[in-house]
Antibody
Framework: EVQLVGSGGGLVQPGGSLRLSCAASGFTLSNYWMHWVRQVPGKGLVWVSAINNDGSATTYADSVKGRFTSSRDNAKNTLYLQMNSLRAEDTAVYYC??????????WGQGTLVTVSS | QSALTQPRSVSGSPGQSVTISCTGTSSNVGAYNYVSWYQQHPGKGPKLMIYDVSKRPSGVPDRFSGSKSGNTASLTISGLQAEDEADYYCCSYAGSYTLVFGGGTKLTVL
């Protein structure tokens, strides 16, 4: 069974940093593009970032460019999202998802990030 | 990176068909045949229902179908069932390996 388990979320002050992890099981990470998608509770999905199979290419939404960095360790079957200079508007549930560059077939359970003083 | 436009809500009775539209621009929906659709039940993660405009992943009922014309993509659900009640999101490739989602549509099965 495919499982993507997110961790690392929590409460952080504005301007602070947080690193999210997404551990894959029953799923070979290196076979897929991976994405981060966020959702403010009660609101819609917003694409955040993508990283290609070997981690050599990353892309970001304009709202997080220069502040967030996606990376992956295929040997550990784990995806990461380093989030710096966090703002209140970054508060959301963050999902990791795997698939192709254009679709997301496998989704994690989401991890909540709250940016507040 | 403006969100794609979806109706906020649609509804239908069991057995009926409903269509959810997703309007983008010539830079995303109109430019590529890479529209996907996701179903999300309350408190759950999204589920891929359609990819590449009209392809269904294994396990998705053939009651779900997708199409595209110009800058607008559509998801049609035929033979509505109670378990189809959920939020639905479209998503389009927007070039340079970026994606954009729609605002989401709440489907109510009456």
């Amino acid at each position: 069974e495919v499982q993507l388990v997110g961790s690392g979320g929590g409460l952080v002050q504005p301007g602070g940093s947080l690193r999210l992890s997404c551990a894959a099981s029953g799923f070979t990470l290196s076979n897929y593009w991976m994405h981060w998608v966020r959702q403010v509770p009660g609101k819609g999905l917003v694409w955040v970032s993508a990283i290609n199979n070997d981690g050599s290419a990353t892309t970001y939404a304009d709202s997080v460019k220069g502040r967030f960095t996606s990376s992956r360790d295929n040997a550990k079957n784990t995806l990461y999202l380093q989030m710096n200079s966090l703002r209140a508007e970054d508060t959301a549930v963050y999902y990791c998802a795997g698939g192709d560059s254009t679709w997301l077939a496998y989704w994690g359970q989401g991890t909540l990030v709250t940016v507040s003083s | 990176q403006s969100a794609l436009t979806q109706p906020r809500s649609v509804s239908g009775s069991p057995g009926q068909s409903v269509t959810i539209s997703c309007t983008g621009t010539s830079s995303n929906v109109g430019a590529y045949n890479y529209v996907s659709w996701y179903q999300q039940h309350p408190g759950k993660g999204p589920k891929l229902m359609i990819y590449d405009v009209s392809k269904r992943p294994s396990g998705v009922p053939d009651r779900f179908s997708g199409s595209k014309s110009g800058n607008t993509a559509s998801l049609t659900i035929s033979g509505l069932q109670a378990e189809d009640e959920a939020d639905y999101y479209c998503c389009s490739y927007a070039g340079s390996y970026t994606l954009v989602f729609g605002g989401g549509t709440k489907l109510t099965v009456l």
